[in-house]
């Protein structure tokens, strides 16, 4: 896919999935989603990790409010029967599919290009980036499901806030309040990204699986039902990669830990 509003690209065992309306600031509107979803499902099935960036100056400026118009104007006609966003579906594929997503940021990360990158499991960004919420001063609300994602990290103080000013964050205030974890050098974020991949491709599938799946929903549960889930999980009966794994650590052959990569 180079000519298309995605980009794909495999390199080992991580999928590079690209938002290709560079002179539309990678405003999403239903085409995108629609070729989103194809490549997602697509390193559901050939990668262990995939990495998602957006080409031209800025990862995503949101919503396609031309679309949007045409939608509140009755030129685009609603669908008969009330179903799924398509948004939630094709951000649930990527936040609660079979492989964690590393999202590489920058320039404007705002509206529904903040809620695409919440749906990844790691967010990594430049010093170009910006990350706000500016849906009230359109008249809108957010509708890629930053209520329930963004919500979750930063909060509903700095949420509510970021919504009724549109104040953008910067890159310390986004690492700040968790939005992203890695801040680095302005061109540098997909290659970081692009690392943090790479190392997490080296854990076991079936533990990447775990992590991206048990983790959120026990978020959700009570205090008794998250353990009881957590022993469930923790005690299934083990592929053999695991057995393996844990043979080398205890024979002394396992690669020690690097605690340097920040």
């Not at 104007?73 to 008969?80: C, E, L, Y």
């Not at 179903?83 to 094709?90: A, G, L, S």
């Not at 809620?115 to 001063?137: I, K, N, T, W, Y």
């Amino acid at each position: 896919m180079t000519d298309s509003l995605i980009t794909y690209a495999l390199k080992d065992k991580v999928a590079y999935i690209g938002l290709n309306r560079p002179d539309k600031r990678n405003a999403i509107n239903d085409p995108l989603v629609d070729a989103l979803r194809a490549a997602v499902l697509r390193a559901h099935e050939e990668a262990d990790v995939a990495v998602l960036h957006g080409h031209g100056s800025n990862f995503c400026a949101g919503l396609d409010l031309a679309e949007a118009l045409a939608r509140a104007t009755g030129q685009i006609k609603p669908p008969r029967k009330r179903r799924r966003h398509n948004w939630h579906e094709v951000f649930d594929l990527i936040a609660r599919g079979p492989i964690p997503f590393v999202a590489a940021l920058h320039g404007a990360v705002v509206g529904g290009g903040l809620e695409l990158a919440m749906a990844a499991h790691v967010r990594v960004c430049d010093e170009s980036a910006l990350f706000g919420l500016p849906e009230g001063q359109r008249g809108i609300f957010v509708g890629g499901g930053g209520t329930v994602r963004i919500q979750r990290v930063v909060g509903t103080t700095v949420m509510t806030d970021m919504m009724l000013t549109g104040r953008l964050l910067s890159p310390a205030e986004g690492l700040q309040e968790c939005i992203v974890r890695y801040v680095v050098p302005e061109g540098e974020a997909l290659n970081k990204a692009g690392e943090i991949a790479a190392r997490i491709a080296k854990n076991s599938i079936e533990t990447n699986w775990m992590i991206i799946n048990v983790l959120p929903r026990i978020q959700d549960m009570s205090h008794d039902d998250g353990l009881f889930v957590e022993q469930l999980n923790s005690a299934r009966a083990r592929p053999p990669e695991a057995e393996a794994r844990l043979r080398e650590f205890v024979e002394g052959k396992a690669c020690k830990l690097q605690d340097n990569q920040t």
